[in-house]
Antibody, heavy 116, light 109 residues
């Protein structure tokens, strides 16, 4: 059974960098599939952040691209999200997930609050 | 990229059928058959219930079905049950190789 386990701080200061990691179990990232991130501000809808392939090829949401880095570490079977220069507007539940056109397995979600 | 358009809310009685629409453009829904639907209960991660417009993942009830016409996709839930009360989101792959979600629809049973 594929499982995605997220980790990272729940509180980030304004202007700093938000960093989250998603460890995959039950499936080898090197075997294929795309892996992505989705966020959801409190009380609002889902927003696609970006995806990465095991080769390192990425696709980013144009509205976040200038601040965004998604990376993959196949040796640790994990992928990561870094979002720089955060503001209160980046406060959201962040999810990692497997897929590209659709997401079939999801992490548990991490509420990240941007506040001083 | 602009979000896909969904009604904010829909409602139905147990046993009835409802349809949720998801309107996009020729650059997303109209371009490919890569429309998906997710069910999200409060405090939970979204669950994939329809992919590639009409396909259901293993374990998803056949009461859920999807369709598409030009730039609008639809999710139909038949034989409504109390447990179907949830938020529903559509998504579509785009010609820019990105993904876009709808604003979400709250279903009240």
């Amino acid at each position: 059974q594929v499982q995605l386990q997220q980790s990272g701080p729940g509180l980030v200061k304004p202007s700093e960098t938000l960093s989250l990691t998603c460890v995959v179990s039950g499936y080898s990232i090197s075997s294929g599939y795309y892996w992505g991130w989705v966020r959801q501000p409190p009380g609002k809808g889902l927003e696609w952040i970006g995806t990465i392939y095991h080769t390192g090829s990425t696709s980013y949401n144009p509205s976040l691209e200038s601040r965004l880095t998604i990376s993959v570490d196949t040796s640790k079977n994990q992928f990561s999200l870094k979002l720089s220069s955060v503001t209160a507007a980046d406060t959201a539940v962040y999810y990692c997930a497997r897929g590209r056109m659709d997401f079939d397995y999801w992490g548990q979600g991490t509420l990240v609050t941007v506040s001083s | 990229q602009s979000a896909l358009t969904q009604p904010a809310s829909v409602s139905g009685s147990p046993g009835q059928s409802i349809t949720i629409s998801c309107t996009g453009t020729s650059s997303d829904i109209g371009a490919y058959n890569y429309v998906s639907w997710y069910q999200q209960h409060p405090g939970k991660a979204p669950k994939l219930i329809i992919y590639d417009v009409t396909k259901r993942p293993s374990g998803v009830s056949n009461r859920f079905s999807g369709s598409k016409s030009v730039n609008t996709a639809s999710l139909t839930i038949s034989g409504l049950q109390a447990e179907d009360e949830s938020d529903y989101y559509c998504s579509s792959y785009t010609t820019s190789s990105t993904l876009v979600f709808g604003g979400g629809t709250k279903l009240t049973v």
